[in-house]
């Protein structure tokens, strides 16, 4: 502060009085790539607990993954000989590292029941499942941001109260019946859609994208319900903010205001929410998936999980927890993209 | 013709508890150039009166009256007219710098909107511009600070920032809702000079509303008490503190802290509370604390009474008020 009045009260208005002192400024460079190292090594972390959890549940807990992936009617030579297969006569520290390469690596080992490697077969089964959920995603922030504002901006008037109405609607409805409803209308009544299945990616873009519209329009509806809440309420809540009565004073009009100035304000919540829906999207195909019968990592992990193809369910478990904390790491990154304070003073 | 006449201007809110009555009948002239204050403690309906002027009150407020601006009357414009006059040819700055610049903005980019909005600027011409009013509004090193986030800027500096988005079209009219009550006293005084440099310098007209009588004494032409929503007392700044005419205006004259005052003494204090905008009573809405009031007063509100140039007070005891109190 001294130091302050020294440099810059030689040229101030009014000698005698302190000028206001500068809020001390770290360079926004310095300050954003610190923030996304601390990011980054929770990313790390939380990464690291996630796999010790799933390699302590499977592997080292009392029960042996032979004995469960064989049965208990299984002959004790071909029980030895499954667990010579898997390297469980090896100390678990040697075993979770030799995981951890294997991860990091890429070589992930074999499916016991289909005898392929695991890595081929996630390989095939994300390119069903990404495409679905960055479709559902997709579908439900739109759906949600353009319902919430409509709403929030017609806030106790019809147009807000049918949103609202159909927000409740979708919270209640369970996505396995929507997918059946949708099916119904859309593959049996109308004939539009086939009603399951998935013809690959082979024959071009578009067989595969028709395909997939009908779930993920049953994953996105319960997604884009709540979300559209969110929004909404965030909206209203931003509208009351002095920055924006600044934004009108300046002649701003009421929709432009919306969008430029409360829109972005309004993010923080639905981001944190949006990050929340798209781990439960994941959980959630597993359902879907099989409803419509596509080729999914979520009917992998289902089918591996009554198959016991422990090998399997241990990579793709971990997978999904990667995904998930990959999607916070994200969130994170998003609202530090969204609202410069939160670049500088994390936690 | 003045550039602002205020006729019967009245802001009803509809709330829970029946209709609140937050401005009634208030007329007052601005001519161009001229600075006017308004004065009063909170909930008297100054906050109100310039939100009405803007045509910014909240939206289950109702405004009636006239606001001719220019001629125009602002009560009756259309939302797409008052979008091209507000932040244009009427500007605001509000009391709390801290809340009212948008977070996820940097400065520059707020103070280039209007001049993109209503002057058409390019996004470069208007930066350059905003670079200008920085400095104008004595930021230093504005070429750096134009692209600084709000909360990197200290109390006093957001202030300045917020002067010069309100000035960057030159409006006709600056409204000042209590621009510098939230700031801290050595940083107020910087701030007031520099609004009164301003608006000498562009000819600007000013409304400054403050519930500071000594910051309304030395900063404008004329000043309006407001009292529930009403104006109590009215005219050139120095016959109004020369006349101190109305009982409201003398309670809120010796109301005020003073150096020298002696530690130890209480600060002087209008007896009872502001009345309920809900429940107003029937006649002057100052009787139930005024040490005059009378039977007549309860009766219906007081008219005001003209005491020579331009100075007009809205009490049926202003004889008694002039003796000083016993």
Known sequence: MLLWTAIHGSHGIAAAIPREPIAVQIAAGAGVSVFLFRRFLTFLGTLVGASVVVFLVL?????????????????????????????????????????????????????????????????????????????????????????????????????????????????????????????????????WFSAGGFPGWGDGFWPGFKSLILPASALALAQAAILSRVTRSSVLEVMREDYVRTARAKGLTRRRTLIRHVLRNALIPVVTIMGLQLSNL???????????????????????????????????????????????FLVDMLYAAIDPRLRLHDD | MALLEVRDLSVEIATSRGTGFAVRGLNFALERGQTLGIVGESGCGKSMTALALMRLVPENARIGGAILFDGEDLAQADEA????????????????????????????????????????????????????????VGIPEARRRVDSWPHQLSGGQRQRAMIAMALSCGPDILLADEPTTA????????????????????GMSL?????????????????????????????????????????????????????????????????????????????????????LAVQACRVAPPAPQDLGLGHSAACLRLDAAREPAA
């Open chain 2, 183 to 202: 700031l801290d006293v050595t940083i107020q005084r910087q701030i007031l000079t520099l609004i009164g440099d301003l608006v000498r310098d562009s």
């Open chain 1, 282 to 328: 994941l959980t959630g195909t597993i359902i879907i998936e099989s409803v419509f019968h596509l080729p999914g990592l979520g009917r992998l992990v289902f089918q591996a999980i009554s198959q016991r193809d422990l090998p399997v369910v241990k990579d793709v478990v971990v997978l999904f927890a990667a995904m998930v904390v990959a999607i916070n």
């Open chain 1, 59 to 191: 592997e080292v807990l009392p029960g042996d993954p032979a004995l469960i992936m064989l049965g208990t009617e299984a002959q004790a030579d071909t029980l030895a000989a499954l667990r010579k297969k898997l390297g469980l006569e090896r100390p678990p520290l040697e075993r979770y590292f030799d995981w951890i390469g294997g991860l990091v690596t890429g070589s992930l080992g074999m499916s016991h029941t289909y005898s392929v490697p695991v890595a081929n077969l996630i390989l095939e089964r994300l390119q069903v499942t990404v495409p679905l959920a960055a479709m559902a995603i997709t579908l439900s922030t739109a759906l949600a941001l353009a319902l919430g504002l409509y709403a929030a901006a017609r806030h106790n008037r019809p147009g807000d109260y049918g949103v609202m109405a159909f927000a409740q609607l979708g919270i209640a409805i369970p996505g396995f019946w929507f997918a059946i409803l949708l099916v119904l209308l859309f593959a049996v009544v109308l004939g």
């Open chain 2, 207 to 291: 409304i400054l509303i403050s519930h500071d009588l000594g910051v309304i004494a030395e900063t404008v032409d004329s000043t309006v008490v407001m009292y529930g929503g009403m104006a109590v007392e009215s005219g050139p700044t120095a016959r109004v503190f020369a006349g101190l005419a109305h009982p409201y205006t003398q309670g809120l004259f010796a109301a005020r802290p003073q150096l020298g005052q002696g530690a130890g003494k209480r600060l002087a204090t209008i007896a009872g509370v502001v009345p309920d905008l809900v429940d107003l009573p029937a006649g002057c809405a100052f009787a139930g604390r005024c040490r």
């Open chain 2, 81 to 136: 007219r008052l979008c091209q006059i507000r932040g244009n040819r009427i500007a605001m700055i509000f009391q709390e710098p801290m809340t009212s610049l948008n977070p996820v903005h940097t400065i520059g980019r707020q103070i280039a909107e209007p001049l993109m909005m209503h002057r058409g600027l390019d996004a470069a011409s208007a930066r350059a511009e905003a670079i200008r009013l920085l400095d104008r």
